[in-house]
């Protein structure tokens, strides 16, 4: 049994999310102590919980320590199972971290997996539902990772209630990735959203963004605004995700989310500073997205080597749970908050050719 010291680096809830992923898809039983130790309130929340779950709902698991506050799990996976599920967080806990838990198990089902997961869609402290489409599954389809995203409903802190659906289809094998270089920004999309809140705001969060994208010289951004009418969001929640493309198949995101007391313009100039800031670094991965891929990069095969907007905890971190867990072999380049490059020799991992466990609805 592989031991993870949840304390290491940002000693946050990524060191769990990665090591089920990679445990499930390995098949590697993992034990991981002082869980989120390095937060103001330790041990496992509703949300980390419905990860564990839904992941040990994926693999056939055995669990111990799966309880709110337990600060140590045991996880034995099982078989891949493929069907549909439905997981519900039952607060405002983050939808798109329990998918970063999910997604690399899915990738590796003998067949097709449908999730509905119900929680926050936009909550502080983790990639908005936005962000997915637009950045985070064309980056991963770059490796072979095929996905599709539905946003049935959006869920801010503190009502929560959204609703997304998640699909996957098995992959062949992921791919390593290798650019040479970023290229040239062609165009700049994004989403500016205002649910239960006065439409202007998305108007205003959208028109600031705009306005500092073209004032550094970048091409007039194509936001579309969603103000939906309907009662059925819990809300009242605002934000938006911004995402630049390049000639040479790149993404780079951003996002802001509204708050209380703060104005719609400095929501939108948020984001697009923060856009500004990594594509100014010429790097092909923005500052989320350097961590968020290492699990899949080291079950890719052959060498990565790819530039990152920024070295941070979180990406320094899931570095090494990824050699912990997978073996993984990686070299960080790069100081704390400046641009870096991860180089990292993936395992080569192919599916394995076997019939689907009947699910568990």
Same mark, same amino acid.
């Given at each position: 049994m592989i031991e993870v010291d949840g304390s290491f680096g940002e000693g946050g809830g990524q060191i769990l999310r990665t090591t089920l992923a990679l445990s499930a898809v390995l098949?590697?039983?993992?034990?991981?102590?002082?869980?989120?130790?390095?937060?103001?309130?330790?041990?496992?929340?509703?949300?980390?919980?419905?990860?564990?779950?839904?992941?040990?709902?994926?693999?056939?698991?055995?669990?111990?320590?799966?309880?709110?506050?337990?600060?140590?799990?045991?996880?034995?996976?099982?078989?891949?199972?493929?069907?549909?599920?439905?997981?519900?967080?039952g607060t405002a806990g983050s939808v798109t971290l329990v998918l970063q838990a999910l997604m690399p198990i899915m990738a590796f089902a003998p067949r097709r997996i449908e999730l509905e997961i119900t929680g926050g869609t936009d909550v502080k =402290?983790?990639?908005?539902?936005?962000?997915?489409?637009? %950045?985070?599954?064309p980056v991963l389809e770059r490796?072979?990772?095929?996905?599709?995203?539905?946003?049935?409903?959006?869920?801010?802190?503190?009502?929560?209630?959204?609703?997304?659906?998640?699909?996957?289809?098995?992959?062949?094998g992921l791919r390593s990735i290798t650019p040479d270089n970023v290229g040239r920004i062609n165009s700049v999309e994004g989403v500016s959203h205002a649910v239960r809140l006065p439409p202007h705001i998305a108007?205003?969060?959208?028109?600031?963004?705009?306005?500092?994208?073209?004032a550094n010289g970048y091409p007039r951004p194509d936001i579309r605004l969603e103000t939906p009418e309907d009662?059925?969001?819990?809300?009242?929640?605002?934000?938006?995700?911004?995402?630049?493309?390049?000639?040479?198949?790149?993404r780079l995101g951003a996002d802001s989310?509204?708050?209380?007391?703060?104005?719609?313009?400095?929501?939108?100039?948020?984001?697009a500073e923060r856009l500004v800031e990594d594509l100014g670094t010429g790097?092909?991965?923005?500052?989320?997205?350097?961590?968020?891929?290492?699990?899949?990069?080291?079950?890719?095969?052959?060498?990565?080597? %790819?530039?990152?907007?920024?070295?941070?905890?979180?990406?320094?971190t899931n570095l090494r749970v990824a050699? =912990?867990?997978?073996?993984?072999?990686?070299?960080?380049?790069?100081?704390?908050?400046?641009?870096g490059r991860i180089s990292l020799d993936g395992l080569g991992l192919k599916p394995e050719s076997l019939d689907a466990v009947s699910p568990i609805e």
């Open positions: 098949k590697k039983d993992v034990k991981v102590v002082n869980i989120r130790r390095g937060r103001p309130k330790p041990g496992l929340m509703a949300q980390h919980l419905t990860g564990v779950h839904a992941a040990a709902v994926l693999c056939d698991a055995e669990t111990r320590g799966e309880e709110v506050g337990s600060e140590e799990l045991v996880f034995n996976p099982g078989r891949i199972r493929a069907g549909k599920f439905k997981f519900d967080v =402290w983790s990639p908005p539902v936005d962000y997915l489409p637009l %950045v985070e599954l490796l072979g990772y095929r996905g599709h995203l539905e946003l049935l409903r959006r869920g801010h802190y503190p009502k929560g209630g959204g609703l997304i659906r998640f699909m996957s289809e098995p992959c062949k108007q205003r969060q959208a028109d600031s963004a705009v306005q500092i994208l073209v009662r059925i969001h819990l809300g009242p929640g605002s934000g938006i995700v911004l995402a630049a493309r390049t000639d040479c198949e790149a989310l509204g708050d209380r007391g703060v104005p719609a313009e400095r929501v939108g100039s948020d984001a790097c092909f991965l923005d500052r989320h997205m350097a961590d968020i891929i290492v699990p899949y990069l080291a079950l890719a095969e052959g060498r990565s080597d %790819v530039s990152i907007a920024r070295v941070t905890k979180h990406v320094q050699e =912990w867990v997978a073996g993984a072999k990686s070299q960080l380049k790069g100081e704390l908050d400046q641009p």
